[in-house]
């Protein structure tokens, strides 16, 4: 059930944040609600709308290819999140015992001492911070090991001074991480994480309501973020993939 929730909270969000003019639809000066209405959202995916409030109430748990297609065409979603919505609708099989990385690979140290003129450090997939090199602690202690990178991004002042385009960083790590955990539900660590973020930062709240997906890292200078198995390493230039012991 926990996946039927979370694919009707998706629909429900992308559904509140497009406006009739965005579809082509009139606009009526007696419109009271701000987002498209269900049965607006069932017509452009060409379902019933009885069905489609089936789909946001988490009372269907198997939507067709089509009626998924039909969704991400009405929702205006891009390649991200229309796979991130048939991720929600179709989960992968739950594996058993699976816990959040908690220590980073030797080899993935090495390869990052390895730069030393590119400040680089590695997260799992709750964004905290496993591993660094010399010059990303020179940068900030917010880049060593223990930290929390998404944390430090809504909580800690001197990350505005970081990235100096603080407002598109933010607007980029909540998608990243939604994507991250694709269909899986956050962990308890993560839950306290983003009650304690939803709390005390506005920003955060609104961007995680938002439910917006991207696979694009969020941090430049590169950064490694651990997932599924892998170490995936981005750089300006390149991207590789390190296994994982």
Not at 11 to 37: F, I, T, Y
Not at 48 to 60: A, K, M, N, P
Not at 104 to 110: I, S, Y
Not at 134 to 139: D, G, K, L, P, Q
Request: hydrophobic share 40%; aromatic share 6%; charged share 30%.
């Amino acid at each position: 059930m926990e996946t039927t929730r979370g694919l009707a909270a998706f629909l429900r969000a992308r559904r509140e944040l497009l406006k009739p003019a965005d579809v082509g639809l009139p606009v009526s000066e007696r419109r009271r609600v701000e987002g498209l209405r269900r049965e607006e959202v069932a017509m452009l995916a060409g379902i019933s709308t009885e069905y489609y409030l089936r789909l946001e109430q988490g009372r269907d748990h198997q939507p067709s290819d089509q009626v998924l297609d039909g969704l991400a065409r009405a929702l205006q979603l891009d390649e991200d999140a229309s796979n991130h919505l048939r991720a929600l609708a179709r989960p992968a099989p739950r594996r058993r015992g699976r816990s959040v990385s908690e220590r980073c690979d030797p080899a993935v140290q090495t390869l990052i001492d390895s730069w030393p003129l590119t400040p680089t450090f590695v997260v799992n997939r709750n964004m905290a911070i496993l591993a660094s090199n010399r010059m990303a602690r020179a940068v900030s202690h917010l880049f060593t090991p223990g930290q929390n990178i998404l944390r430090a991004a809504f909580l800690e002042p001197e990350m505005r001074m970081l990235y100096r385009d603080w407002e598109r960083f933010t607007t980029r790590i909540v998608p990243f991480l939604r994507a991250v955990l694709g269909a899986e539900q956050p962990d308890r660590e993560l839950l306290e994480l983003i009650g304690e973020l939803s709390i005390a930062s506005k920003r955060f709240a609104t961007l995680w309501a938002r439910h917006d997906v991207s696979t694009e890292a969020p941090v430049r200078p590169p950064f490694i973020t651990r997932k599924s198995g892998r170490s995936i390493c981005t750089t300006r230039s390149c991207t590789c993939r390190i296994s994982a012991r």
